[in-house]
């Protein structure tokens, strides 16, 4: 290793890295390289390479030579600075730093000041005209070196300062004189004396050394082992050394330190965005004693460095192709850049500057493209809580559905909807919620319930409604009395105000200022260029005709899930379904379901219309019956009470007997496993006729008066090929005899979902009979993990919290076990039907992470709730470039 | 094809082909053959092959030669015969029968008596010296001969022929007189002449040809496409012709026809057994007019031909190595017989049968032991009801549990018990059971339930009790007042007698007489030679010590399921478990579980003496807490009646409130895929850290007393790898801990259950950490298909119908789907760890069809209820030879 390039000088045009050596040098250390062949005025430095850091960790020494280039570097800063390493008249002061490929913050050592010494001090103090800035930094130096390479613990020298303050009466440091501050110099020096048994060593080249070797030997320390188990960075690569020279912005009026972005990050506006202190350190912008004032105002009072920040920023904006964020010093007038990286920026920030940047020709569409991440563009489409709101926080719950809310607690469904008429705004809680809710969810602003997961009743409606819904706040008692509800000790009573932040889970006492989303041009444009590159479709989950004009304005390309059951549950409906579900035989049966037919037509030709020239793929009737029943409990009560009652009204319970004795008979003990989807269309095939000529019939109507449709007919719940072939065959029929009566020939689809571990193990023989699959990943998820989300609440969370698993599988697709079902399900699909069109319509159609997966395992579409349409086109284009 | 053979003669010495030739000959053909060979007499005939029907078929002609071999064959049957077909004097006459190389029962057609026509039944008449006896056999020949080859509807000969007895006043055609038949004949052929337009043709080498065409013919008939199509026999085979020379039972005193065994189809044992009539056709036997003689009378009236009979016998049996069914005829003194098939017995005569050849030579071993259906090993270890009882059968439900049982109707657990006490015998009948119902069932003879199926609560622990239940009877309604049920009209009041048959699934009204299981020493010796050929283990699922003592003496090498929450409903228990789940934290749970310790372990030690040097895998608790609290619906019907009444108990209102709280906090909307299993384990360490105690203690005590344990835990219901991990950390800690107190080392496996599907998708990461995997196959199943078993009895049924599924997947394993993540779990299973141990231990354990797949698949071990042991020996040794 003798002959190796060790180490790499950087600055004064003599920079011997660049930004693409981080395995060399480290991130820092790469991107000073970089900035200095820019021409960026870096402090002028070297870094060591973590070869040596690796070569030292297994032989315990340095590899010949290093010395020496150590050395050579230091005279060259020496050159560069005209000052002397160690010198008492003009020294040359260091930073010592580590740096690995990975960012690893806060995990390794850093020594400041180094080249200090009792006489270089004084050359300090002269030099600088600033005794009290010396002795100030000479302290510092000392406690850092000594925590730090000595090992001796910080707190003995922290001790000793707060103890001369107590003494002099003092708070502050800067309140500690010349005097006080060299008489603590004294102290720390005893302190170091004591603890290592001989006195403070006065060579700085020998403190370099000391501090190379603590730099490297604090890539093996315990935080930083666990820290990298943890991120999964390789044990093997090791940390470079930045040595460094130090420049101080807290050399008088002409000195000065800041901030700034190179754009807005608020609102991604191209206009230099910071602050800045003159004659003041990093550390006392972070400490806040004095304002900052903004960067403006630096043109005037120092328009050279001004001129020459902007310059920088137009540079290194060109060269990194992205909005940064600078840290700057100026030191008598000369301007010096520490650090330069990505700013973080806000969600519209962020589109914007995607947007100019394409514009402006630094970066192309597809960077664009892969600039945001998805789940920013949901900031952008739900009202958000004002930033600097005051907010007091009382629980936190599922962010189940995203946007903020304000209104007054109310606790029933009823209740919501006559509030709303009298213009009140509400939020509903509930312990949890269920179909026959869904009036009072669209009258509230909000929805907070006590229990049920990602997935819940509540979560789903409220995100299909893009509706503000905090679920599963367990921290929430509601009294059975409704009337009020705790946390802890509060009590909030009914009528009081709430609000509740559907994106983070928090629940807040009283109102709070929310902002109105802005679906910016910027987006627009930007999902454009999104749409051009995705190959894959966007359909969303829509269930009404206004979900559906939502949807087709964000961009939806059809529907791939529109739930029939959910146009049972209105109140004009809810009578004949239970009359179609009391029926004793197939005729009273289908007495009821004539009676339901013109309605679901007429939804039909709703959304058809809603969705022209587009695919609308129609589920079949897929709960359990019971769900549109009255609960038991309820019944029973009601029984007991009108038993216990002296006038018996016997026509009264005889009624509720029967309806009790229905209940009984169709109530399960598993409904998630039970009579359900195309279960119910094999023992009653009337049902599933009644719906399909209800939808063919709508589709002739539309098409006589010139409305292209696309009706797609879904069987829910398929295990067996022979189920969906009987299916088929039934509902084929009615199609067929619908349009002949209309002498129309309206093409349509028919398909499965499949959402059952059996469907996707014997794909092959269901695709036989399958125009289409559309993978019902809430289902499939249950099944297969052999979770019921109803009732995962219970241990779910533990569950994340203990790691067993990394997230919420309803939330985000379980790729291992569920992912390999659909993997398995699509090849065996395409097996047995090469044209099958494969399509997910779970929740996990609209999650970025679940759409990348989706599009590698091969789907033709994916079909979220409206409001996750624009993520999901981002999501999907983004995974076709990742894909390439 | 003119070249090639096409006709094979049989009989006389001289036959062509043998039994193997049945692709050529047909199953009949081949079997006439083969007898032939043997110089066992047949009436001598030819068979025309396959090949030319298939040539036929195609071309709608015959083949060149086979008119000349044809009439080459009749010509042989001549001299044969000293008869002469067509001839006026002497006539011989021939059936014509289809026979294919599979068996097709009636599907295709047949024409007996051919040769008669106007001048041969005089000579028929004349050589019979029986008039009668040839105009019947002429009119019999006409009709058939119209209706199978002319195509005439045979009602048009049956409306005469009933119109010309109507006249005489007569009912029995035996009492129509020589002329009357000579009528009808002529009746007949004026039939024939109306509707082909022509008169009958006189040709008798006419009529063979035709008859020929027809039966080649009948191949496509839509009865047989249909059954073929069913069946799935190839269309291609096409079916062979026999012509065979008649033979009459019924020319007088030295005439007969007969069927016989060659053993004895009841009981096995080594004697002639049938039965025959004097001067009879095969009709007469059926028709049972008159009554037929035991076949051993024959030794006296025809000695010679009872002596030929015999060794004809013999000979058979040599040849097909089986136990023969015979039907024979004896004309004029001399013995024909016209069929031979392996003969039907009982399971007690199978056993008997199988073991005795083994010991005449007959057979080896393994052939003895595939000769016995598994299945039959049920029925001798059950009592039966006597074959020749007359019952009553009031409804017919599943044939859940086998055996036959009497008893009083009861509607209650208690009141079973009470019954019992006082010495009487009672049928439980219920709606379905819950695990409170225990006690009762182990009072009760049996249990008849309205709902659920094969692997319902019922059905599951009756099985497992080795008692009758007959389950999902659903035409029997409970009244309410629980004094009585009704079946339609029927009212069966609390006290009635009636019987079940759990092996029909027979409900009956009043007492029948019940035959005791007969384990016979035959049985014995028959699973003895299982036990030596097969290469993986039995298990049993016993909860109690004297479950496993009934397996281990029915063979069980251990157990492969110990369900420990069976434990902890003992009346003692229940208290305590509720006490436990009603605990506010850690600390009051584990109170509450260190008084269930103790328990605990004597119920281990019990356990594991009675398997005393065999494995035991006790399962961790599984089912949800609900299970062991009281209904909701019943506490909140005592709260409003507490509530109603005047005198308010504020106390109890105050418990039955608490009590209501708690179990709305545990109750689930899934339980089946709720908060269970090692999710238990998760989140209530200190459950299974109480049982791992209990276990390894009672084995630590055991081992010190010098018995053998070999403890196996088993965690429930693992998703994933980190689950299992954590958990086995767990309980290994407790393990040591408890054996380091004891100074004790004893050997124990820690495995898990695999009844996810994504279990068996991950199984490659869960191996890792398990010992073994036993699958559970019950929650697989319902998982994989998502299907409840509690609530599959609403639609499953209609299934079975339907022909969606073959059979409930609860009773058979769904080799397709199951079984497919069977074979991944196994296969990833094995790649995780080499050395992994693999069992099954869901109902499927038991049923040989899913025992054969297991093996298939790479089963160590099987485990199933102490009953179905045996079976599963057997199953195990037969799915071995299979294999080879």
Request: net charge negative.
């Amino acid at each position: 290793m003798a002959e190796d390039k060790l180490v790499y000088f950087f600055g004064n045009n003599e920079t011997d890295g660049n930004g693409q050596m981080t395995n060399l040098l480290g991130g820092k250390g790469a991107n000073l390289a970089e900035m200095a062949n820019l021409g960026v005025p870096v402090p002028p430095g070297f870094t060591i390479s973590t070869d040596v850091c690796i070569y030292y960790l297994k032989n315990n020494k340095y590899p010949d030579g290093l010395i020496e280039q150590v050395n050579n570097s230091i005279k060259k800063l020496e050159q560069v600075s005209s000052k002397k390493f160690g010198d008492s008249d003009n020294p040359l002061l260091l930073s010592v730093r580590s740096g690995a490929k990975a960012s690893m913050p806060g995990m390794m050592d850093t020594v400041l000041n180094l080249g200090l010494n009792d006489e270089s001090v004084k050359g300090l103090a002269k030099k600088t005209d600033n005794p009290r800035f010396a002795y100030d930094s000479y302290r510092r130096f000392l406690s850092m070196f000594a925590d730090v390479v000595l090992g001796i613990s910080y707190n003995k020298f922290e001790d000793t300062l707060e103890k001369k303050k107590c003494e002099l009466g003092v708070k502050l440091d800067t309140e500690l004189s010349v005097d006080d501050l060299k008489d603590i110099v004294e102290k720390f020096k005893s302190i170091i004396k004591k603890c290592t048994g001989k006195p403070f060593t006065q060579d700085p080249k020998e403190h370099l050394q000391m501090a190379i070797d603590a730099v490297f030997s604090s890539w093996n320390n315990q935080r930083a082992i666990k820290y990298r188990n943890l991120h999964g960075i390789p044990h093997s690569w090791g940390t470079a050394v930045n040595i460094q020279t130090m420049v101080y912005g807290n050399m008088g009026e002409t000195s000065g330190t800041g901030v700034a972005f190179t754009r807005d990050p608020g609102t991604g506006e191209k206009n230099c965005f910071g602050e800045y202190l003159i004659n003041a350190q990093g550390e006392d912008v972070v400490a806040g004693i004095r304002t900052p004032e903004s960067i403006e105002t630096l043109e005037k009072s120092m328009p050279d460095v001004y001129e020459q920040l902007v310059d920088i920023f137009n540079k290194l904006e060109e060269h990194f192709k992205d909005m940064q964020d600078i840290e700057f010093t100026i030191e008598e007038g000369k301007l010096y850049i520490l650090q330069t990286r990505t700013g973080k920026r806000s969600a519209a920030s962020a589109i914007r500057i995607a947007v100019d940047m394409v514009d402006e020709g630094l970066i192309d569409k597809r960077t664009a493209v892969m600039r945001l991440e998805p789940k920013q563009v949901d900031q952008m489409l739900h009202p958000m809580i004002k930033p600097d709101s005051i907010c007091k926080v009382i629980a936190t719950g599922l962010a189940a559905s995203p946007g903020a809310a304000v209104g007054k607690v109310v606790f029933s469904a009823d209740h919501a909807e006559d509030m709303e008429k009298k213009g009140e705004n509400t939020i509903m809680v509930r312990t949890e919620t269920s179909p026959e809710d869904i009036g009072g969810m669209h009258a509230a602003e909000g929805i907070l319930t006590v229990r049920g997961g990602m997935t819940s009743h509540a979560a789903v409606v409220a995100r299909g409604m893009g509706k503000p819904c905090v679920a599963g706040c367990s921290d929430i008692v509601i009294d059975a009395s409704s009337s009020f509800f705790m946390v802890d000790d509060i009590k909030v009573k009914e009528g009081d105000y709430i609000s509740i932040d559907g994106t983070t889970g928090r629940v807040i006492l009283g109102q709070v200022e929310v902002e109105a989303p802005g679906v910016s041009e910027y987006l627009e444009v930007l999902l454009k260029w999104a749409d051009e590159i995705r190959d894959i479709n966007i359909r969303t989950n829509a269930d009404t005709p206004s979900d559906a004009t939502t949807a087709r304005e964000f961009g939806a390309e059809g529907i791939g899930l529109c739930r029939t059951e959910h146009m049972f549950f209105g109140d004009d409906r809810i009578p004949v379904v239970r009359e179609m579900i009391m029926a004793e035989d197939e005729n009273e049966r289908r007495t009821a379901l004539a009676k339901l037919q013109p309605m679901q037509k007429d939804d039909f030709i709703g959304i058809f219309k809603a969705m022209k020239n587009y695919p609308v793929t129609i589920r079949l009737l897929d709960p359990p019956l019971h769900e549109f029943l009255p609960r038991l409990e309820e019944l029973e009560s009601k029984l007991v009470k009108l038993e216990c009652d002296k006038d018996k009204k016997r026509k009264e319970i005889k009624k509720v007997r029967k309806l009790i004795e229905r209940v009984e008979a169709v109530k399960e003990i598993n409904p998630m496993l039970g009579h359900r989807g195309c279960r119910l269309g094999i023992t009653f095939p009337e049902i599933y006729e009644m719906q399909v000529k209800a939808i063919i019939e709508a589709a002739c109507e539309l098409e006589c008066d010139g409305t292209k449709v696309i009706p797609e007919i879904m069987i829910p719940l398929v295990s067996d090929a022979k189920e969906l072939a009987i299916v088929k065959e039934e509902i084929s029929e009615v199609a067929e005899r619908v349009m002949k009566e209309h002498g129309m020939d309206v093409e349509y689809l028919i398909g499965t979902m499949i959402e059952l571990p059996r469907a996707a193990l014997t794909a092959d023989k269901i695709s036989k009979h399958a125009d289409f699959f559309s993978f019902g990943t809430n289902d499939l998820t249950q099944t297969t993990f052999g979770f019921s989300r109803d009732d995962a609440g219970k241990y779910l969370p533990l569950y994340i919290e203990k790691q067993i698993l990394d997230i919420d599988p309803f939330v985000s697709l379980d790729q291992e076990g569920v992912g390999e079902l659909i993997k398995i399900g699509i090849q065996k699909g395409r097996m047995g039907n090469i044209n099958l069109k494969v399509g997910i319509c779970g929740e996990h159609g609209g999650e970025p992470t679940s759409i990348k997966f989706g599009y590698a395992c091969g789907l033709d579409y994916v079909s979220c709730s409206p409001f996750r349409v624009p993520i999901a086109r981002l999501a999907a284009a983004q995974a076709k470039i990742e894909s390439e």
